[in-house]
């Protein structure tokens, strides 16, 4: 009988190089070679020799029920998954005959013939069991079973004493009630191990501890998915462009690594959130990649990094990238110049636009990005989809709910102030539309149509997904809105819903007279705003008290006719000379602005008001316009206070040969000067009037003003306050049943001695405070509602027993503390002392005076100038004060020279004078 032959030695393997992808379970894992140009091939490999615990598998369609893990099987997975997922190896595998799965060994090491034997090591954890049947028939087996032995021996694994159940997993599959678990853990960071990769945006994970199964969509993005055959798995023969590329993108990053999650909403069952990787975001790498676009639907969720999504993005954008590889920027054929403008805003249209000053001579009309202002009910089509007409005298402004207060919004945060516009995109002229610009427009830093969506008076446009024409501040809009819906602000709203009823008197004109007119001439002023500006002096005004409008005139002057468009079949008038310039002068200053009006009377046919208007700063419109040389002074001024005013503004006019006096020619030779200041007034007297009224000085303001009252006019103060108190002790007023308005004229509870006064609300803080003047001795209090009151109709008539006065021929020092110590030294001199006052001159109605201490006969204004508190002023020219004027300048100059209060360090004025209005004509 012959010796059986020797056994043949077994070959050695030949290694190859790969990345391990994925653990499959103890014994098999997915090795990814090199890639060549796109995805890399993939290799399962399962280990020869050894069987590992079998792990659970989610219900599928043919499948209802979940299997459970075998004992260890997840501590298997785990133990490879934490050592080799994307770590490179060495391995090989061979298929033997009638298998059908390729059996080998990967080795982790840089040096294949010092690398550790993946399958040895977790033989020798205890977590996986060799297969013993040929062990005597080859080496390897063997060697696996005495690690094996070595393992049970020391009880590790699966070969421990603990009890099996411990090392079973409880895995919940499917979450019965997503909404109530998103509930539970809304933006708390949870631990999770992405399972699978579905495509570039969607994966599914386990979350730790609790092992719950979730599909994950990311919030913000989207990658292009893969189209689904009739069985709803991946058509491997549908060509989606760059969703096999996503997909390995995320896969080669994130498949099987630990991670946080951060669940920030539900999407049917599938939950959205951000995923957490310690190397950066997976989300703004796809966006930066190309891979991925920005969706609308979900950046809401998004708790933070909305602007590195969109930054991401956009640099795909700009590169071309992949996805973005045709794309075309909304702004591209604009010049930079037209993409970015600064300006001053002159108008405010209703809620969705503004008029823009760029320069003198362009203005540009700026709508805001990606928003809506509020609309009026929508109008039903008739069978031929025509829409009925509006119903006459429609008004959206006033009608249309909450226009008005986003027009108002927009008119007292705006008007008049330097905004920076960035264009956005570009809507093309469409159906009888015109082209619209549209921008980002920020004031101060802050987004003006964000600050308008967050009070509830805008909405935002929603845009199909692949619509890119929209603001680049457009995730902060949408999440403004959200928060105006929560708080139930302004459209949101579900009651309280604002109506105006405007009583429009530029139609009806029947009530102007009778029902309106008298209580307006009553007023010391009515507080108005102007909306439509028709010419240099004709202008439609809004009277909130009243909430009327009505066409106002102005007074005491005569104004060029501006221009008019062809409108309604009525050909285009042209304008005389400089009525255009008169326009544009009176619609910079006053259009949409806060005015006061003095209304005096009406035109011949009661169709419009005639009056004073006063801008900004106390400045008579008429007096303005006059003095720009845009208009002449009327006869019919001669007879009201402003007549002084306007025929010195018309004789500066004249000598600057401004507009309409351009050609005058003067008729004397002493009226033929070139400067108003080097003229003497013509309507003045030739030498200086002096005529002394006692007055009682009551308040001293920071800017060297004054309130007096005429001291002949004491006992009726007296007996009209004494009225007063009479009247609120008889009749006490309801505490808060008064709501103030700007212009009202109130009674008011003074603080120190809690006494009832007249006075005036000049503003209406938050908070329930209000600004008032007490008009009968000027000075002013913060008051909360509750301490005001309405006067009753009997103190109405009586005018302000306080008048407001300025000191002649004097200014103040440029030093704040000196300022301060010049004004507490004319309050020492003056305040509550009765004076003798003269008026020297009127500057724009204001009048400026010279006050005398009857003790003393002392100048209270030369004395402050000599004791260095006050400034003579320099380049005053009036040949009727030339010895008062040389008087207060010799003042100083004895201050000066005795170094006395600010000049005790010298000339502290020099080359300041221009600069802080020390010169200059008054």
């Known amino acids: 009988m012959s010796a059986a032959p020797a056994p043949t030695a077994a070959p050695v393997p030949v290694l190859k190089k790969g990345i391990v992808k994925q653990v499959l379970s103890g014994d098999s894992v997915i090795i990814r070679g090199q890639p060549k140009g796109g995805p890399p091939p993939e290799k399962q490999i399962n280990f020869a020799g050894v069987t590992a615990p079998k792990l659970a598998r989610r219900p599928t369609n043919t499948s209802a029920e979940a299997s459970k893990d075998e004992p260890y099987a997840w501590e298997a997975r785990e133990y490879l998954r934490q050592r080799l997922i994307g770590q490179e190896v060495w391995w090989f595998a061979e298929r033997p005959p009638n298998a059908t799965r390729d059996y080998g060994a990967i080795y982790l090491g840089k040096d294949p013939t010092t690398s550790e034997n993946i399958v040895e090591s977790i033989v020798s954890e205890g977590l996986v069991s060799v297969r013993r049947e040929n062990a005597r028939q080859n080496a390897e087996p063997s060697r696996l079973a005495e690690l094996e032995d070595a393992a049970k021996a020391a009880r590790k694994g699966k070969w421990s004493d603990a009890p099996l159940s411990e090392h079973v997993r409880n895995i919940t599959w499917t979450i019965e009630n997503p909404k109530a678990f998103f509930d539970q853990n809304d933006g708390k960071p949870i631990k999770a191990i992405i399972e699978h990769v579905r495509d570039g945006s969607t994966v599914r994970a386990f979350l730790l501890p609790g092992f ?74 796809l966006l930066r990649e190309g891979f991925a676009k920005c969706v609308e639907w979900s950046m809401p969720y998004v708790k933070e990094g909305v602007d590195r999504l969109r930054a991401s993005e956009k640099h795909a954008k700009t590169n071309r990238l992949r996805l973005w590889k045709d794309y075309q920027a909304p702004t591209a054929a604009f010049s930079s110049k037209d993409k970015d403008l600064t300006g001053t805003v002159i108008e405010v249209y209703n809620g969705d636009a503004i008029l823009v000053k760029v320069s003198p001579t362009l203005t540009k009309k700026v709508f805001f990005s990606s928003i809506k202002p509020p609309r009026e009910a929508a109008r039903v089509a008739d069978e031929e989809g025509n829409l009925p007409p509006r119903p006459k005298g429609s008004r959206p402004l006033y009608d249309v709910p909450w226009m008005f207060e986003a027009r108002e919004y927009l008119r007292k945060k705006l008007i008049g102030k330097k905004v920076n516009c960035s264009l956005d995109y570009v809507t ?9 610009c549209c921008y980002t427009v920020t004031l101060g830093g802050a987004n003006v149509a964000e600050a308008l969506v967050s009070k509830g008076l805008a909405t935002v446009i929603k845009y199909r997904q692949d619509d890119d024409q929209r603001s680049v501040h457009y995730d902060e809009l949408r999440s403004a809105e959200t928060q105006a819906a929560k708080g139930l602000k302004g459209v949101h709203a579900k009651d309280d819903i604002p109506t105006h009823r405007i009583n429009d008197l530029t139609v009806d004109h029947s009530r102007i007279k009778h029902q309106y007119l008298p209580s307006w001439q009553r007023a010391l002023r009515t507080e108005a705003v102007v909306e439509f500006v028709a010419s240099g002096s004709r202008f439609r005004i809004y009277c909130p008290k009243d909430s009327c409008l009505v066409t106002f005139l102005l007074a005491g002057i005569s104004c060029p006719r501006s221009g008019r468009p062809a409108l309604n079949g009525i050909p285009a008038q042209e304008g005389e000379p400089f009525g255009d310039d008169a326009l544009a002068f009176s619609k910079e200053r006053i259009l949409q602005r806060d005015v006061s009006v003095k209304i005096e009377t009406t ?26 040389g845009l208009a002449s002074v009327h006869f019919t001024a001669e007879k009201t206070e402003h007549f002084r005013a306007l025929t010195e503004a018309e004789g500066r006019a004249k000598a600057k040969r401004k507009n309409i006096w351009k050609d005058w020619v003067e008729k004397t030779e002493d009226e033929n000067k070139e400067n108003e200041d080097e003229k003497e007034d013509p309507a003045a007297p030739a030498d200086r009037k002096v ?38 002790r008889a009749m006490p007023p309801v505490t808060g049943s008064y709501n103030p308005r700007r212009g009202d004229l109130c009674a008011a509870k003074f603080s120190e001695d809690n006494e009832w006064y007249r006075a005036k609300v000049e503003k209406v803080e938050k908070g329930g405070n209000v600004s008032i003047l007490y008009v009968d001795y000027g ?47 004319f309050a020492d001199d003056a305040l509550n002392k009765t004076l003798q006052m003269n008026v020297e001159y009127r500057v724009t109605g204001a009048e400026h005076v010279t006050l005398v201490d009857p003790a003393t006969k002392s100048d209270v204004g030369k004395d402050l100038i000599g004791d260095g508190f006050l400034i003579a002023e320099k380049n005053k020219k009036d040949r009727r004060l030339q010895k008062l004027i040389n008087d207060y300048k010799e003042a100083e100059q004895s201050a000066r020279k005795n170094r006395n209060g600010i000049w005790q360090y010298g000339d502290s004025t020099e080359d300041q004078a221009g600069e802080f209005g020390l010169g200059g004509p008054r």
């Open 212 to 285: 719950q199964h979730i599909t994950l969509m990311m919030s913000g993005i989207r990658c292009p998915g893969f189209k689904l055959d009739a069985d709803g798995k991946p058509d491997a023969t549908a060509d989606v462009p760059f969703a096999e590329e996503a997909r390995y993108f995320v896969e080669s990053r994130l498949l099987q690594r630990e991670v946080e999650v951060r669940l920030e909403s539900v999407n049917n069952n599938n939950f959205v959130g951000t995923i957490i990787f310690p190397k950066g975001s997976i989300a703004e790498a």
């Open 428 to 436: 093309p002229a469409r159906d009888n539309y015109p082209e619209k």
């Open 603 to 628: 035109d011949k046919a009661a169709t419009s008001v005639i009056g004073w208007l006063w801008t900004e700063g106390n400045v008579n419109l008429s007096v303005a316009l006059v003095e720009e």
């Open 691 to 728: 005529k002394y009224e006692s007055v009682v000085v009551t308040e001293v303001t920071p800017e060297l003003k004054f309130y007096a009252q005429h001291a002949d006019q004491g006992a009726k103060l007296e007996e009209l306050m004494t009225k007063l108190r009479q009247e609120f």
């Open 779 to 825: 000075n002013r209090e913060l008051a909360p509602t509750t301490r005001l009151a309405m006067l009753p109709p009997a103190f109405l008539s009586d005018k302000p027993y306080a008048h407001e006065y300025s000191l002649a021929l004097v200014v103040l020092p440029t030093d704040e503390d000196d300022r301060k110590d010049a004004i507490k030294a």
